[in-house]
């Protein structure tokens, strides 16, 4: 007696549309993943830099962020491989909007360490900082020097996101509201999710 066919459990795959969401990996155009190219922390501070203030030059991007002008070249290329800016370094906003909201914490996440003094970022900094009490907990601060309150160490994107921050508050806001999507609890992140978006979203 034959027993009847017994139907496969395995799922059926389809391909993904890999263009339609930046990825840390910049995809070629043979679709493989350049992985030499993977975006690091300090290009999607350029990536914000320039979402907030277009049209800045690549001197004038080395300048405001403490880095060196073939720093800011190799992150600006790194971004236009994964789709986050154009040609002529025009940001692609709901494509930066959607890796921000939805990846960067993700390749990014968030890392904390010992009390110090330094600068207050996440809920303890504007704009949440207005919306959100901070409770008996120590606040999350970067590491710096400079700093004017003492919290747990929460590592910024990058080394000199401190002095650059203090230079242009947008960038401030905007690099405190993804300290809160990456590492806050779920009322923050709305809160973040709803300011960045207004933020990016031209």
């Known amino acids: ?12 795959v389809y391909p993904l549309e890999t263009r339609e969401i930046p ?35 690549l001197q004038q991007l080395a300048d405001s962020l403490d880095l060196s002008l073939s720093a800011v070249h190799r ?21 930066i909007l959607e890796f921000v909201l ?18 207050p970022t996440a809920h303890a900094a504007p704009p949440l900082s207005g919306l959100i009490h901070a409770g008996l907990d120590p606040i999350p601060v970067w590491p710096d020097a400079e ?4 919290g747990e160490t929460f590592k910024p994107l990058y080394r000199n996101a401190p002095s650059a921050a203090r ?6 806001e905007c690099l405190s509201l993804f300290d809160a999507l990456r590492g806050g609890r779920a009322r923050e992140r709305n809160l973040a999710t709803e300011h960045l978006t207004r933020l990016l979203d031209g």
Do not use: C, W
């Open 1 to 12: 007696m034959s027993s009847a066919p017994v139907q496969s459990r395995i799922p059926q």
């Open 23 to 57: 990825t840390i990996f910049p995809i070629l155009e043979n679709g493989k993943y350049a992985r030499g190219m993977q975006l690091k922390p300090q290009d999607l501070v350029v990536v914000l830099k320039l979402a907030l203030h277009p049209g800045l030059t």
């Open 75 to 95: 992150s600006v290329t790194r971004a236009k491989a994964a789709g986050l800016l154009l040609a002529n370094r025009k940001p692609v906003r709901q494509a």
């Open 102 to 119: 939805h990846g960067a914490r993700y390749a990014f996440p968030a890392v904390r360490g010992r009390q110090a003094r330094g600068m």
């Open 147 to 150: 700093g004017e309150a003492r």
């Open 167 to 172: 230079a242009d508050p947008a960038l401030y």
